[in-house]
């Protein structure tokens, strides 16, 4: 019946599908009409689908009020659009287009895959009144895109329970429906088809992915260890002063090796803190990426291999251009692959008295490292012992660490029996020599034990028994 009245004035029809609604009811009018039924549809191009598609909420609130996005992007309908063929002579000389209209920003730049709509609907109202719009209610909506897949919404009841509408009017009432799929099944060969045609097109991408990646795997040399880590300076707190920068820097023992083109060192910006509970934090969120190589070339060697240092050092910086050191820290980086988050202690160095604290507040500055690796052993310490007697520091805040590393040596390519007893590189790389006595003798071990359960379970219980009543 809306569609009736709506149609039933020509000044009412704006495309040629209303025109032809129009026809059809005045067919329609002249044979005596048409009984309204209970189940409907509106097609793709139909107003109501327009109108569903502007006027769905995001919401479940009455009161919700339409964004800006939302209003904008209530215009863009996915259709099917019959574009004409570009010639390359005018795509090369509208490269850029400096004033695009409404339509051309409506197709280009915005994800427009090809839809048609179909919604199927039910007439609710009580017997005798049908046709009336305020009883219409969606009861599914088909979608098929341009790719060939249908969407059915809501899906098929199949085992779950039948659908629940509530219609409020002159009396309250529940309307329950199912959605069940009636197509006609498919056939064996047409099935067959549809599987091969999927092959087909996965082992073309298949190739395409490979066509872009390459087929050979960078893999690192025989007794090589690649440790790359994708580190970030989260935060730190803490500390005396306001405006925060950390500046960092990797020492690599003996055996360790970077990429020319790689930056061990680092400056993260100027922070401002921010009161968190009873701290002053500052978020840098700072990335940096570390990559570095062991190699043992004395094989003979039993030693642990010492692992990369990450040091670094808490600044300040105040209006008048002032730095103050904050703290120094140092950080071990992990043995372990995977993810890693650490919270790393501070400290600075201070003299004592007054006198000292005064320069420190009015004009900055404070007492510094010659050398930062002196938060640790230094790696030019050559003695036995390393004393810091007199050395007066102060604790400060705290930096906290967000660090993914990744590990990539061919000793994880041993044999399944070794690999699941492997845990940790820093195991694997203890020795080569020393790694294989020592599963050796575990697989030496594990076989005896093996032979002694086996004679074990092979002697009568009687046997069992009257041994251990001797012992």
């Given at each position: 019946?809306?569609?009736?009245?709506?149609?039933?004035?020509?000044?009412?029809?704006?495309?040629?599908l209303d025109r032809q609604y129009h026809e059809e009811i005045l067919k329609l009018e002249k044979s005596r009409g048409r009984k309204n039924c209970r189940i409907f549809t509106y097609?793709?191009?139909?107003?109501?689908?327009?109108?569903?598609?502007?006027?769905?909420?995001?919401?479940?609130?009455?009161h919700e009020v339409p964004s800006y996005l939302s209003e904008r992007m209530a215009n863009v309908r996915r259709r099917r659009q019959d574009r004409r063929p570009i010639?390359?002579?005018?795509?090369?000389?509208?490269?850029?287009?400096?004033?695009p209209s409404e339509e051309f920003i409506k197709n280009n730049h915005?994800?427009?895959?090809?839809?048609?709509?179909?919604?199927?609907?039910?007439?609710l109202g009580p017997y005798g009144k049908l046709g009336h719009r305020e009883y219409e209610h969606v009861l599914c909506t088909i979608k098929v895109d341009g790719n060939g897949v249908i969407t059915v919404k809501p899906d098929f009841t199949c085992t779950k329970g039948a659908y629940r509408i509530e219609v409020n009017g002159e009396k309250q009432e529940v309307w329950k429906y199912t959605i069940e799929n009636a197509s006609v099944q498919v056939q064996p060969e047409e099935e067959e088809r549809e599987q091969r045609v999927f092959r087909d097109l996965y082992g073309r991408h298949k190739e395409y992915l490979s066509g872009l990646l390459g087929s050979e795997f960078e893999m690192t040399p025989p007794g090589t260890l690649r440790l790359l880590v994708n580190g970030e300076i989260v935060s730190a707190q803490g500390y005396e002063y306001d405006n925060l920068y950390v500046h960092f820097f990797l020492e690599l023992p003996n055996h360790w090796s970077s990429p020319a083109c790689e930056q061990l060192s680092g400056v993260t910006q100027t922070c401002a803190t921010k009161t968190v509970g009873r701290d002053n934090?500052?978020?840098?969120c700072y990335p940096f990426?570390?990559?570095?190589?062991?190699?043992?070339?004395?094989?003979?060697?039993?030693?642990l291999p010492q692992w990369p240092v990450l040091y670094f050092e808490v600044l300040s910086l105040d209006f008048w251009q002032r730095y103050r050191i904050e703290g120094y820290g140092s950080l071990l980086l992990p043995v372990s692959p995977g993810l890693h988050l650490l919270t790393i202690p501070t400290w600075r160095p201070v003299e004592m008295g007054t006198v000292a604290e005064l320069r420190r507040f009015f004009i900055g500055g404070s007492p510094e490292l010659e050398d930062i690796t002196y938060v640790r052993v230094p790696s030019t310490f050559k003695g036995e012992r390393l004393s810091r007697f007199g050395f007066r520091t102060e604790t400060t805040g705290s930096v906290v660490f967000r660090l993914y590393c990744l590990q990539q040596s061919s000793t994880f390519l041993e044999t399944s029996a070794l690999r699941q007893r492997m845990q940790t590189v820093l195991d694997q790389r203890g020795g080569f020599n020393q790694q294989s006595s020592v599963y050796n003798v575990l697989e030496a071990f594990q076989r005896a034990r093996r032979r002694m359960h086996e004679a074990r379970e092979s002697l009568s219980q009687d046997l069992i028994s009257i041994s251990a009543s001797m012992v």
């Open positions: 019946k809306f569609e009736v009245d709506l149609y039933r004035n020509e000044s009412s029809c704006q495309t040629p097609t793709d191009h139909d107003r109501f689908t327009n109108l569903e598609e502007h006027c769905q909420k995001v919401t479940d609130s009455d010639e390359a002579s005018s795509l090369k000389s509208k490269i850029i287009t400096w004033e915005v994800i427009n895959t090809p839809v048609q709509t179909m919604y199927i609907m039910g007439d934090v500052a978020y840098f990426t570390l990559e570095m190589f062991f190699t043992q070339r004395d094989k003979s060697k039993d030693s």
